[in-house]
């Protein structure tokens, strides 16, 4: 029952920003957002979180609406590593020992 | 970010056999530890939480005597899938949360690189 809703695939052209949407109309004020990704055959690996500002660290950037309904992953200028599927995951930031759950993502093509 | 290994990474067993996995936060101690398993084209599905000295809570329609879950220290949770057959074939995938954020944050979930059963 993932409270966030993502396109199932999407493309992009190496060395462009890839810009992967999510939403979230249900989100609750304490909820945060997460974004995960999972390359084929690992682990999912963290990516970033945010509240309500734009927050960016050296993956990426993360873009959430001022009414939080929805948010933006960006990849600036992404490689062929990129390729993987990306999860966005809304939750209490406190709930460490909560497990995350995941919905079926976007899998993100990146072509040479 | 904080370290979560797996072992074996990948495992093959004949149908009727019992296979242990291995969960270990390699640089921080986690109470908690969660249990994912993966099918092909699939998302992650939560299996069962694993708590430090306790029982494991599993999830909805998971066998817990065909899933036995041991969380004996702060380091070490393991999975041993019992009597396996072809159907338990999957990713298994582990995760744990750094309780004091030795790692910088304290809210982020590691995860390890997951170990491949194929039962035959």
């Known amino acids: 029952d993932a409270k966030t809703t993502q396109p199932p695939s999407m493309d992009c052209a190496e060395g462009r920003a890839a810009n992967l949407p999510c939403n979230h109309s249900t989100i609750s004020g304490n909820e945060y957002v997460y974004w995960y990704r999972q390359i084929h055959s690992q682990g999912p690996q963290y990516i970033i979180h945010g509240l309500k500002n734009n927050e960016t660290n050296e993956m990426a950037s993360l873009i959430i609406t001022e009414d939080r309904k929805s948010s933006t992953l960006i990849l600036p200028h992404a490689t062929l590593r990129d390729t993987a599927v990306y999860y966005c995951i809304v939750r209490v930031a406190t709930e460490g020992n909560t497990p995350l759950v995941f919905g079926k993502g976007t899998r993100l093509s990146v072509i040479a | 970010g904080a370290v979560v290994s797996q072992h074996p990474s990948w495992v093959i067993c004949k149908s009727g056999t019992s296979v242990k996995i291995e969960c270990r936060s390699l640089?921080?101690?986690?109470?908690?530890m969660f249990w994912y398993r993966q099918f092909p084209k699939q998302s992650l599905m939560l299996m069962a939480t694993s708590n430090e000295g306790s029982k494991a809570t599993y999830e909805q329609g998971v066998e817990k005597d065909k899933f036995l879950i041991n969380h004996a220290s702060l380091t070490l949770s393991t999975l041993t899938v019992t009597s396996a057959h072809p159907e338990d074939s999957s990713f298994y995938i582990c995760?744990?949360?750094?309780?004091?954020?030795?790692?910088?944050?304290?809210?982020?979930?590691?995860f390890g690189p997951g170990t491949r059963l194929t039962v035959t």
């Open positions: 995760s744990a949360r750094d309780p004091l954020g030795s790692s910088g944050s304290s809210y982020e979930q590691y």
């Open positions: 640089d921080f101690q986690a109470t908690t």
